[in-house]
């Protein structure tokens, strides 16, 4: 149960579509337009007053998906300089023009392979989303945000934010990564 501003409690569900809202100063979690990955809290005078473009500020709750083989298959597509969407006909061009790969390589089998288990991978998180979607969220449970306008996942970099630098980056990725769970916490009084 998770108790708002005006006195109610409600339960939060995996599928649910929230804010975030910054207890410190007045403001909610936004992302920027679909091409920015950067995300930023917007300040408002008055915090009872949701921003100008809610949409950008919404964000679905997502049970924690498993990325290892999508991760492994991105790492072999960056290996060979190769591109998800494209990959075969890149590597096929390749291997015909033997850049650096043999004429008897294995490359097109191990990227098939692991393009598979990727997939594979995908169907599960998929499955497992539909088997939660509904259930309640639990203090303590690992969970993933989906922003919904770009349709990617909020992920916290390793790296220091650009305009705070004691801050770390908090931006979009389309790419599963352990850096895109959160756990969720009961809030402590400061």
Known sequence: MVSS???ETATILYGDTILLNCLESPGYLMAQAVGNDGIFVECLADSGLPPSDLHACKLQIFVKQQCIAQKA???ELASRGLKEDTWLGELQSKLKNDMGFGRNSTAAARLKMCEKAAVLE????KNELMRTK???VRYGHAVQLWHTASKRFVVLRKENARLETQNIFVALTDVLDDACWFTLRVRHPP
């Open 122 to 125: 995908k169907q599960g998180n």
């Open 73 to 75: 298959f991105a790492k």
């Open 5 to 7: 501003d005006f006195g």
């Open 134 to 136: 509904g259930t309640s």
